[in-house]
């Protein structure tokens, strides 16, 4: 039973570059929620999809979107990168928007230079 | 929104002795309290989790208590290892809302001096 997977794990990009990162949830799962974590930092949350809609968002600017794909599976989307966009991005699944049991994927360490 | 409070941010403990690792809340409609530890580098990994409807929970040496009134709940962790030192975050959620974000704490970087 696969644990929720991202990918890359690192990334290196340039200010105002776009990027794009991926999640899986767990087997079973069909909720993505995905934080930013910066460094010395608590996660923060930037959205929730749910059955292909984004759901929920928290206080990130449009440069932030995501999709979520009918297998369940989730990208985040940065685009115009900051310097302040370097962080780690965590994706947690969970069965259905509101339930608990959020285990975090290994996350996506990006750089911005 | 829910906001929440985290003390202290920097704790240093002998091998052996007890942490604590208190938080507050401020939404009333939070019922789920999970409390998470993070190695440098890693992601974060959930260590002990409480419902509303529990004052305490305990897993070995880790516990976690709730009070439900003053809205603040806590991470006990005794007889302390060097393993333990890490950073851990308590985080709050409206379990089985319509929508569900964890909001968590700034963390606490916990230090076991051997």
């Known amino acids: 039973d696969a644990g929720v997977t991202q990918s890359p794990t690192h990334l290196i990009k340039t200010r105002g570059q776009q990027v794009t990162l991926r999640c899986s949830p767990k087997s079973g799962h069909d909720t993505v929620s995905w934080y930013q974590q910066a460094l010395g930092q608590g996660p923060q949350f930037i959205f929730q999809y749910y059955e292909e809609e984004e759901r929920q968002r928290g206080n990130f600017p449009d440069r932030f979107s995501g999709h979520q794909f009918p297998n369940y599976s989730s990208e985040l989307n940065v685009n115009a990168l900051l310097l302040g966009d370097s962080a780690l991005y965590l994706c947690?699944?969970?069965?259905?928007?509101?339930?608990?049991?959020?285990?975090f994927g290994p996350g996506t360490r990006l750089t911005v230079t | 929104g829910e906001n929440v409070e985290q003390h202290p941010s920097t704790l240093s403990v002998q091998e052996g002795d007890s942490a604590v690792i208190k938080c507050t809340y401020s939404d009333s409609a939070s019922n789920y309290f999970p409390w998470y530890k993070q190695e440098l580098g890693k992601r974060p990994q959930l260590i002990i989790d409480i419902r509303s409807n529990v004052g305490e929970k305990k897993d070995q040496r880790i516990a976690v208590t709730l009070n439900k009134t003053a809205k603040h709940f806590s991470l006990h962790i005794t007889e302390t290892q060097p393993e333990d030192s890490a950073v851990y975050f308590c985080?709050?959620?409206?379990?089985?809302?319509?929508?569900?974000?964890?909001?968590f704490g700034k963390g606490t970087k916990l230090s076991v001096k051997p």
């Open positions: 947690a699944s969970s069965l259905k928007p509101g339930l608990a049991g959020r285990r």
């Open positions: 985080a709050a959620l409206n379990y089985g809302g319509s929508q569900g974000n964890l909001i």
